[in-house]
């Protein structure tokens, strides 16, 4: 997942790529879009739904026959969807508010400054709650780098905070945009969509490829499923967070959907489907406005999803459609159309979202830790510590975000001349970019 924002900065010049000056740049500020920001939070949600069915042990409720059929309309992908939105927003987004004066080392200082002060706070609050073990350091080390996810044995054994593996991706996505987008920027206005088109073709392709000469499972279930233990009493851990998983030498998975989920390079091109969508819109290359068809074709693409192989359950068959739900929320802002997701409560909710994304595991090991483990319970105690875990996780995102990610970004994240610039225009940039 990634930590998209809400923002108001200066379009970057079609022919001078990186070398705008600052004083050109703000003359050409770029509004707001709050629909994408509150949507956010509708992603991390998707998230945290799957989460919570797998993750919370409430047993013996994940051993009935309910909560098999609840799984089966409930699987991995809409979790995967959440992510797949994130990082074609990411791309949306880092495109958008790149202003054209800021030096290469600026902007990686900013990405830095967004993704690891709130990412080594939920990591800790893990390593706490779940009593990893520190002198094993390939269980933690690798993830507190975000450099876990290039490495299959590091994927899983490493994992920590399951849901920080996207922040790796991130990472990859935040070093490569200053580095590639000279080229982005040399594709003319009219043949935005059919680049587009051709960088979509080449993710399938590559999805192809993993599917028939990578090892792996090539059939078309739902085969995700929480890991279960002997008997009817809940466990005080949820196996990715037990003693026991932390010991483990070495912990198999599967190489083509490592390839195809969590390895970085694999989820690249999704970012820069994001950057496209967004040059297309600035340029008036996307002026849908009508959201029913993108989510109709994004809705199907989701159906299509039970009867595809993994590796292209995960992303794949969801990415144009969300890459154009995206875009057409952007430009309905841009119509002025504002909708539920703009609503200033929906705006603080996505603002709290990257946040809420990293700290509901942590929450969820503490409730099975001191309140499910050693219990019994159906349906209505997994919805009831359902419920508590998502009103605690959003109450601490929020201090989160209110008392570490906001003083960080104002005081820490813009370079001097950006200190003098802003003070002079007035505070118009939101503080969450």
Known sequence: MRTAESVRTAEPSRTAGLTETAAESARRERPALPSLTGARWWAAFAVFVLHALVFLPVYPFQKSELFRHIHEWIPMQLGAAGVTFFFVLSGFIIYWSFRP?????????????????????????????????????VVWVPNLLLVHTWVPKWTTVGGLNVPSWSLAAEMLFYLSFPLLLPLIMRIPTRRLLLAAGLLMLGIIALHTSYFLWVDGPKGIANAFAPRLVPGNASPYYELHASPAWFKQPDIPVSLSYWLSYTFPLSRLPEFFLGVLAARMVLEGRWRNTNLAWPLLALTVSYAATWVVPVNYKMSVLM????????????????AGIRGLNAHPRMVWLGNVSFAFYLIQFPVMVLVTRYLIGGKEFGILGWAGFSLLCLVVATAIAAVLYHWVDLPIMRNFARSKRDSRAKVQQSSRESPAA
């Open 319 to 334: 990415l144009a459609p969300m890459t154009a739900v995206v875009a057409t929320m952007a430009a309905r802002d841009l």
């Open 101 to 137: 004066g800021m030096s290469v080392s600026a902007f990686y200082r900013r990405r830095v400054l967004k993704i690891y002060p709130t990412h080594l706070l939920a990591a800790a609050a893990f390593i706490v709650v779940a009593s990893v073990p520190l002198h094993r350091a």
